[in-house]
DNA sequence: CGATAACATGTTTACGTAAACATCTGGTCT
DNA sequence: AGACCAGATGTTTACGTAAACATGTTATCG
């Protein structure tokens, strides 16, 4: 071990004594407040380098500064979709020089309660949480924290202060409304996720109830317990087309599903959209790389991380309210 | 405003006051250290939970307790690999009750010099860096500190204390010779991200001494400056057998280029891998829900990062080495 | 039966930083 | 010339927690 295995690190006091300075100077001149000559300023720097000084900021923190760290619960990493959001989020702390701790619930309110009870643990400034509903327990502890709190995807429903999403319900009834216009009337629908997926849930409810008023009827239902991904989606689409022979098109709970559908569709020639129309949702990028585009809805991810990280980092120019992002539908190909 | 936005959070002497007894006894019945009475306890617990009380960490590590928060240092979130290790780093430290604080270098060696600083100044337990290359700062800036450091996806260099990877050169190496072994000998090379994946550049060098080595060449070599995707493989594949007719096979830095490579001979009945071979990296699970299977070497990314968060947690059964994980060539279909 | 150990609690102090509150210059203004 | 203020620095203190060091009170043991 070297020397410096047991030596606590530098503090302000080593960088004084070095500089022949009080700690209060060091504390000054390293944030540049108040006045002092250049020639102070020049040796508290070179003392501080030649140290390889690091602000203790627990201490700052803990003396009252806040602190620029935000706790990020998000229901699971095995969905790009909040890939992307943490990377909004990630880009846009990074901006004004924070940083997110974060956590994954895997879709469960229960673990977001102790995780936030957590990560509060370390006083933070702020949380994003993912959806809009939590559990009591966690509405009260992040009331009573103080802490600024943004919760992401979802608008839909009580919000603690800001809400960053789009509308679910808007999205799955203009899917719908989109299918009947494309003449599909008898309806698969896919998801995954057992049912904990909250935000895919009114998706579909929203579908569905659209699609039964406009004259179309779900023929086929089937939700997973199992995570979302391609495999999954051909396995339940093969699944699907075997048991239920006139359905027009199917709509999954989103694109990774829908892509391991086409998938299933290439290899056993069946015809998209003829034989049957697939969509699914978030317009994720690899889409297009696809050899035939299908139908999505086109989320602002990155942006719904970006917006929500700029609140809860305390831009006064994102108010706390509801923020609806426009959700856009994109049709695919219909050759 | 509610009146709990002024007050700051309740601290122990609040509890001891509620619970009648002192700051310590709350510190030791809550810490389960010490003997204290089924009353004491209960009291105490009672009072905690009325208050809503939260510890208050940054006091603790102030005072000497270990910091449970690791950070860590990600090249990039675009590429699903460090997703998976991400994935594999949050599961086993929240096992443990730690937390990761991240960054994204971007792929550059300064900033993550700069993360890594920022980082330190929150006084965690252990690092978790990408890649073995670093600058001679973040090298005396971590040695100093002492916080356990450990180093992910490449073990081929000199690591600083542990790192956990799989032999770059040997898979490249591998490949090589898979290739040779099907009879290809014209083979093209397509990467990205402008040759700052340095992990990606050391399986392409021992790729192509070894093919070299065995009769084979290089006839055409594309490094974009683009982050990896799918579109983006379908695209220079496109430009690749545009501009080199006589190409038997494609090694692609990894996956996502490879799917891309796919999708566009799928599109052009371009026969795989008769017509052209391609092979990837990382063995991604859409590859799976694929059309075709395509060849590619598995990498074991979860338990990378599983593995360097054991360690960096302080598990005494990973000692610090090169800790060389095994990563398995897949053989695509040959239909 | 006095000593020792296990129980059950309290007091003081230190961690590293920054706000609040001093000083002490040397000009500037009236 | 006295007042006043900006420049340039220092001292004290508090943030919330836990280690170190008390101080009793009961059992327990030889």
Redesign the interface.
């Known amino acids: 071990m070297?020397q410096?295995?047991?030596k606590s690190?530098p503090t302000m006091h080593d960088v004084a004594a070095k500089a022949g300075v009080s700690q209060m100077t060091v504390s000054r001149v390293l944030r540049g407040e108040g006045y002092f000559s250049q020639d102070v300023k020049t040796r508290v720097a070179d003392a501080a380098k030649a140290l390889?000084y690091?602000?203790?900021?627990?201490?700052s923190?803990?003396r009252g500064m806040e602190?620029p760290?935000i706790g990020v619960v998000l229901p699971t990493?095995?969905n790009?979709v909040f890939?992307d959001v943490?990377?909004g989020i990630?880009?846009t702390l990074?901006e004004v020089?924070m940083?997110?701790?974060?956590?994954?619930s895997e879709y469960s309110e229960a673990e977001e309660e102790t995780l936030v009870?957590?990560?509060?643990?370390?006083?933070p400034c702020g949380l994003i949480l993912s959806g809009i509903e939590h559990t009591d327990g966690l509405r009260?502890?992040v009331?009573?924290?103080?802490v600024r709190v943004a919760e992401i995807m979802d608008v839909e429903g009580d919000a603690i202060s800001a809400s960053f999403g789009i509308s679910q319900q808007a999205a799955g009834a203009e899917m719908a409304r989109h299918f009947i216009a494309q003449g599909h009337r008898r309806v698969a629908y896919i998801g995954s996720q057992g049912g904990s997926d909250l935000r895919a849930l009114k998706r579909y409810t929203a579908f569905k109830s659209e699609l039964e008023a406009e004259g179309g009827c779900i023929t086929y239902e089937r939700i997973a317990n199992r995570a979302s991904?391609?495999?999954l989606?051909?396995e339940l689409t093969a699944a699907c087309l075997s048991d239920v022979t006139d359905c027009d098109a199917i709509y999954f709970s989103n694109d990774?599903l829908a892509?391991?559908g086409l998938?299933h569709c290439?290899?056993n020639k069946v015809s998209v959209p003829h034989g049957v129309a697939l969509a699914g949702f978030n317009d994720l990028?690899?889409l297009?790389?696809?050899?035939q585009r299908i139908t999505t809805t086109h989320t602002p991810r990155y942006e719904i991380g970006a917006l929500a990280a700029r609140y809860v980092a305390g831009a006064d120019d994102v108010p706390a309210k509801r923020h609806m992002l426009l959700a856009e539908l994109v049709v695919g190909d219909t050759t």
Not at 54 to 59: D, E, K, S
Not at 143 to 146: F, K
């Open positions: 070297s410096a295995s047991k690190r390889g690091i602000q203790n900021r627990l201490a923190v803990q602190n760290m990493l095995k790009t890939i943490l990377a990630n880009d990074a020089g940083r997110p701790v974060f956590g994954v009870r957590d990560m509060l643990s370390w006083q009260r502890t009331a009573q924290s103080g991904s391609m495999p989606g051909r990774d892509a391991g998938m290439l290899s990028p690899f297009s790389a696809l050899p």
